[in-house]
């Protein structure tokens, strides 16, 4: 069978939901064509959907030791490793891609992520404030630099980050949530109530 009939089925397979079919087929249509980058990508990313994230793992590696300037394969291995809690790895993937790119914003974006979660919240602002400067509506980087912020105690510029991202998109529940805890945090309980009951009875966008 030719490399593209298989590549054919393969994707059909995977998108059906076929992840063991479409990997079986991903296999044969590497062994034909070994160094074929999409090939490693595509299988990364379905032991990824499938939880398996060691192979993903491997399957990304593969394919950038062919290339190891694939910013796409390289955000997402910097992701995979993220979701394992190696933050301290995905941190060495995201620096790769954006020394490569620095306005690569899939790996600056979760290189803020990463650095939230890994309680380092200064430097997440200084990758949320990059981020924004080229893309200012992102709102869920704008929440998390309201997360950072709060954890700094720069509540005031936290409020006004979750207050923007509202702004934005009025009924979204995380920004209530988190909104409601910096207003906790400055002892503003009556206002963080009100923004609790707009998560359990959200107001109508135009009413």
């Keep these: 069978m030719e490399e593209s009939d298989l590549l054919e089925k393969a994707l059909r397979a995977k998108n059906m939901g076929r992840y063991d079919e479409a990997l079986s087929e991903y296999s ?4 034909k064509n070994p160094r074929d980058i999409a090939i490693m990508e595509s299988m990364g990313d379905i032991y990824y959907d499938m ?6 793992l491997t399957a990304y590696g593969n394919a950038l030791s062919i290339d190891p300037r694939n910013l796409l394969v390289l955000f997402k291995k910097g992701y995979t490793l993220r979701k394992i809690h190696r933050c301290e790895d995905a941190l060495k993937c995201y620096d790769l ?3 490569i790119d ?11 992520f990463c650095l939230n979660e890994m309680g380092k919240f200064a430097e997440a602002v200084k990758c949320f404030d990059r981020s924004l400067s080229l893309s200012p509506r992102n709102i869920r980087v704008i929440a998390s630099k309201g997360i950072a912020l709060r954890e700094l105690d720069r509540l005031s510029e936290s409020l006004a980050c979750f207050n ?12 209530w949530y988190h909104k409601s805890l910096t207003l906790r ?5 009556k206002e963080a109530d009100e923004c609790v009951a707009r998560i359990n009875f959200p107001v109508p966008r135009f009413s």
């Design 102 to 112: 620095p306005d690569f914003q899939y790996a600056l974006n979760d290189r803020g």
């Design 28 to 31: 044969m249509a590497l062994a």
């Design 164 to 175: 923007r991202a509202l702004e934005l998109n009025a009924v979204n529940s995380f920004v």
């Design 97 to 99: 891609a954006l020394s």
């Design 185 to 189: 945090k400055m002892g503003r309980d």
């Design 51 to 56: 939880g398996r994230h060691d192979e993903a």
